[in-house]
């Protein structure tokens, strides 16, 4: 079974600023999908970002970005500039390509408080 | 387009009762998962549909049960209602089984007293 970790159940940091999100995950899958997904306090759950394991590349979408270190396995999110609306639950989820196993596994999650 | 709809938004049963959640995909998917979010938490895997088969279920009692309509929307049932099924249940839907984008819905926060 897969396990997905998150370290940081909180951070904060000022407007304008990066950071970093931390994610761990365990798996005997070689190839498989990676996603953060965001939160707010409307409760979407609302996709930031998708890895896959195939590639090398780290995936970007705009100010969002991720380190995936595959051997480490490990799957940290990046936010450069940060915005008010960034302030969000963030998940970090795993799921499989085996036929039967398309499902997500979450963290726990980081609350991400984003300070004027 | 319109989004993945959930319904009802807001519900409060009694212990022992039964609940019947409801949720619409985004026309053209067919894949249909559930997931449960206790409050504090990631959201736990329940059960996932395709094409109105059950594809994958989660760690949870026979109490939870789902189908799959041939308009590809979905239910989620839960009897004998127990305190612990307090939560927010979530909804996803995918095009098909080999999409590994799932969308997800705004929720159903179901309240047991």
């Known amino acids: 079974a897969q396990t997905v970790t998150q370290s940081q159940p909180e951070m904060s940091v000022q407007e304008a600023e990066t950071v970093t999100l931390s994610c761990t995950y365990d798996?005997?899958?070689?190839?498989?999908?990676l996603f953060w997904y965001k939160q707010p306090p409307s409760r979407q759950m609302i996709l930031v970002i998708r890895q896959e394991a195939y590639k090398q590349q780290n995936a970007t979408e705009n100010r969002f970005s991720v380190n995936f270190q595959k051997a480490a396995k490990s799957f940290s999110l990046k936010i450069s500039d940060s915005q008010l609306g960034d302030t969000a639950m963030y998940f970090c989820?795993?799921?499989?390509?085996?036929?039967?196993?398309?499902?997500?596994?979450f963290g726990t999650g980081t609350r991400l408080t984003i300070i004027p | 387009d319109a989004g993945v709809t959930q319904s009802p938004t807001h519900l409060i049963k009694t212990r022992g009762q039964h609940v019947t959640l409801r949720c619409s995909p985004i026309?053209?998917?067919?894949?249909v998962s559930w997931y449960q979010q206790v409050l504090g938490q990631g959201p736990q895997f329940i059960f996932q549909y395709y094409e109105k088969e059950e594809r994958g279920r989660g760690n949870f009692p026979d109490r939870f049960s789902a189908r799959q309509f041939p308009n590809y929307s979905s239910e989620l049932n839960v009897n004998a209602l127990l305190l612990g099924d307090s939560a927010l249940y979530l909804c996803?839907?995918?095009?098909?089984?080999?999409?590994?984008?799932?969308?997800f819905g705004p929720g159903t926060r179901l309240t047991v007293t």
């Open positions: 798996t005997s899958e070689n190839n498989y999908y």
């Open positions: 996803a839907s995918s095009p098909g089984t080999y999409y590994y984008e799932q969308y």
């Open positions: 026309s053209g998917h067919k894949s």
């Open positions: 989820a795993f799921m499989g390509t085996n036929f039967g196993n398309e499902k997500l596994t």
